[in-house]
């Protein structure tokens, strides 16, 4: 049984960790969150140790190292600017990290992180869960099996409507989330990655608050990509969940099926990393640089390579 740490514990994504330590049979030994309404531990862990504070959580982490029950893993859910130096703390204590997308906002904090693995002996994993998908798998093995010098057509479209309090939290402040692409997209951007290949080339024709769009050239695609949490772009078959919303992966005229086998895939991605077979620092570096450009590089207007729904922008 190892033992876990939780930081973010009332965070959106946190029950999917709570119910991955749990289900894989291992124990969180201590929580922390500035914000204390974290009643769901009472579901999971209710004899867990719990702080609002950081300094407290630190201190009790690095006091329970020194009496003999160091633990074995941090696991991070904290707002996306704080996962560096939350990541910082782990690895320098020697205590393993399992990070939330997007691991890190800038690509060069990937090299900095990589040398306190060097130098303390712990390692960084990720959640990369959309790599584990049944349907994405199937993807990855036709494309492999295709012709090396075909490039396929894609059409990605996601839309996850949010309601005001969205750009009111930290979520809304890019410097702290890093933007919409960051935030809600990172983990599309590393799958078109894993499936197609070397990014090749990276234009962004619009970006807002809520809504960014764009072209992204992978070594055996062609990617038209949108995203928005703006409710007014929805179509009208969205699909009504705890939120309303549209996912669409065309390849060519062929619609990839991903909208469930979501549930376990926290849990998968936890067996994996306990089998040593986590995905790291390194693996995560193609996606940051994406979404790193796209939030920073100058917009191109570019008509022929746009996502049908700029017709709604522009």
Known sequence: ????????????????????????????TVAM?????????????????????????????????????????????SPNYLHAP??????????????????????????????????????????LQLRLHPSILALKEKVANAPKDK????????????????????KGDNAKSGGVATNVGVHFYDMLHFIFGDLKHNEVHYRDEQTAAG??????ARVKWFLSIDANNLPDNAVQGEKKTY?????GDEELEFSGGFTDLHTQSYERILDNKGYGLEDNRVAIETVEIIREQELTSNPENYHPLMNKLV
Not at 215 to 220: I, N, R
Request: aromatic letters at 14%.
């Open 151 to 170: 490039v396929f057509d894609v059409e990605l479209t996601y839309m996850t409507s949010r309601g005001k309090w969205y750009l009111k939290s930290w």
């Open 33 to 77: 969150d500035i914000n204390d309404s974290v009643g769901i531990m009472d579901m999971h862990f209710p004899e867990s140790e719990f702080f609002t504070e950081f300094e407290e959580f630190a201190a009790y982490v690095e006091d329970e190292a020194i009496k003999g029950n160091k633990l074995d893993y941090i696991s991070i859910c």
């Open 215 to 220: 072209y992204l050239e992978y070594a055996q």
């Open 86 to 127: 939350h990541m910082k703390f782990a690895l320098k204590n020697g205590i393993d990290v399992i990070c939330e997308k997007p691991m890190v906002l800038h690509s060069d904090e990937i090299d900095t992180l990589a040398q306190y693995e060097k130098k303390y002996g712990a390692k960084v994993n990720t959640i």
């Open 1 to 28: 049984m190892k033992k876990f740490a939780l930081i973010g514990t009332a965070g959106y994504i946190a029950p999917r960790h709570l119910n991955a330590i749990r289900d894989t049979g291992n124990e969180l």
């Open 247 to 251: 996912r669409s992966i065309l390849i």
